[in-house]
């Protein structure tokens, strides 16, 4: 009789365990708040510790999130600004 193993899912680390990656993913997840690409990187570098450790990593996955969505909307933002001033300096008569 074979027996197939079961699939594997991320573990949960006991509560007060440290495990590879969290508090780099706390730390990204602050950092992405409020600079978009560095905490983008920094969450993206502890998702990574923590999926070869086999850990879920909760923090660290939002980080990633987090910075990947202001990031786009500060990439719109920037070109919507930079359209408009460029279109009210043409309009303007010296």
């Known amino acids: 009789m074979s027996t197939t193993p079961a699939a594997q899912t991320p573990q949960t680390a006991p509560a007060g365990q440290d495990f590879p990656g969290k508090t780099l993913g706390i730390v990204g997840l602050i950092l992405a708040i409020f600079f978009n690409l560095i905490g983008l990187i920094v ?3 502890a998702l990574s510790q923590s999926k070869k450790a086999g ?4 923090p660290a996955l939002a980080g990633v999130i987090v910075g990947a969505i202001l990031l786009v909307i500060g990439i719109i933002v920037s070109i919507v600004v930079g359209v408009t001033a460029a279109a009210t300096m043409s309009t303007m008569n010296y």
Request: hydrophobic share 30%; no cysteine; aromatic share 14%.
């Open 55 to 58: 850990y879920k990593n909760t």
């Open 43 to 45: 969450s993206a570098i």
